[in-house]
């Protein structure tokens, strides 16, 4: 039995949480595992409410400077975002070689093994690494490039150099990091404990449901999804599940900067009124129980915007749920044309005739997309390699 130490960025509620949730309750099997989190926050509140036992960072430093050096295809570029970044490269600096030492110093005892849950904490590397002990990271995110490789190489190069093991959620982000010789891809577990409890619901017959995860983020597709809303047909409802995003509430001047400087957030409050006045939505909001929804739909629509691999199409497959996805990178690993629909993606129109089409479906073809969509599923999980058996290795 191992003693692993799983770090992790501690910031929000999403798929990477619940698949951290799930690999917890497989290491737990034979391990004895802890957490910290770099930050305090609903995501650990979250994982405190399922059980999980979390150290949380009482450092100034973390609380009022550190923030996390994000290289990822999956954001949008804007010059708030940058300023913030060049920030973030500081701090991941100053956090490599001087504060994550002093942070861990303690926690390390008795420690066999460091998991990074996140591309984006490398910089934890280098300290414990420095203290023998072995360490893997989870490659959850898509690492981009950005502007004249910088970024992509200092990630890159301290994940090589510091870092025996890598796991990737999709075979996209494997191949961006660019280290197969010590890479495994595992896709995420499905975790189902505590996410099907009875909702209050009236169901009428003659709609056809479908369920939307991914809040309000933009990266998950929320922009184009609202705009697709007026393309549907009457028959059409929608399930809409995720939290808000509030743009500094708080500071009226805060506010006018971010509108001034971020397109996204000027339109933002636009969406959210078009979204809540629609009458194809059924508005559900930030809720653990997604598989009661995806029980009542017909499909999943995960119109992600940017390059990436989607928890919840696993999670709709493993119920025999088809989905409609975006065209982008990462999609093509789980869905084909068999077990869902593909739209253009930044093209709301053709969001909207996907699940049109799919709403016309014959109860034929629709039976058959149900089998191959759990098949897919079934297929996946059969021929995966295990995390414990890469710790093993260790």
């Known amino acids: 039995m191992k003693k692993i130490l799983i770090i992790h960025h501690g910031q929000g509620v999403g798929g990477g ?32 409410k399922t059980g999980v036992s979390v150290i949380v960072s009482k450092s100034v430093f973390y609380r009022k400077f550190y923030s996390l050096f994000i290289q990822s295809e999956a954001t949008y570029i804007n010059l708030i975002e940058e300023i913030i970044k060049f920030k973030a490269l500081i701090a991941y600096f100053l956090n490599k070689y001087f504060f994550a030492g002093r942070e861990l110093k303690d ?23 420095k203290s023998n002990k072995n360490v893997i990271i989870h490659v959850r995110e898509p690492l981009s490039n950005g502007f004249f490789g910088m970024g992509y190489n200092i990630i890159r190069n ?46 009428i017959d003659k709609y ?40 500094n509430n708080n500071s009226i001047l805060k506010k006018l900067i971010r509108n001034f400087l971020d397109p996204y957030a000027r339109n933002h409050e636009n969406l959210k009124k078009i979204l809540l006045a629609s009458k194809n939505i059924v508005y559900i909001g930030l809720t653990d129980n997604v598989f009661y929804f995806y029980n009542r739909s017909i499909c999943l629509i995960s119109p992600f915007s940017k390059s990436h691999a989607s928890l919840p199409v696993l999670e709709a497959f493993s119920n025999g749920i088809p989905v409609i996805v975006s065209d982008v990178k990462g999609s093509d690993e789980f869905v084909n044309h068999s077990n869902g629909f593909f739209f253009e ?28 969509s759990y098949e897919t599923y079934l297929r996946i999980r059969k021929n995966e390699i295990k995390v414990q058996s890469l710790i093993d290795i260790l």
Do not use: H
């Open 17 to 48: 949480l619940i698949a951290l949730i799930g690999l917890i309750n497989e290491l737990k099997e034979n391990n004895n595992v802890e957490v910290f989190s770099i930050f305090d926050g609903i995501a650990v509140e979250y994982l405190r």
């Open 107 to 129: 926690i390390l005892q008795g420690i066999d093994l460091v998991y990074l849950n996140s591309t984006f904490i490398s910089d934890w590397a280098y300290a414990a690494k």
């Open 158 to 203: 301290n994940i090589s150099k510091y870092c025996d093991k890598i796991i990737a959620i999709s075979k996209d982000n494997c191949g961006r990091v660019n280290l197969e010789n010590k890479t495994t891809i595992i896709y995420d577990p499905v975790v189902i404990e505590n996410r099907n409890a009875f909702e209050k619901l009236n169901i």
């Open 208 to 247: 056809k449901y479908f369920v939307y995860v991914g809040g309000q983020s933009r990266i998950k597709g929320f922009e184009q999804f609202v705009n697709s809303l007026k393309y549907l047909n009457e028959d059409v409802k929608i399930f809409f599940l995720g939290g808000e995003i509030k743009y």
């Open 345 to 372: 993606n930044k093209n709301p129109q053709s969001l909207a005739n996907r699940i049109n089409e799919m709403s016309r479906l014959s109860s034929e073809n629709y039976k058959s997309m149900k089998n191959s």
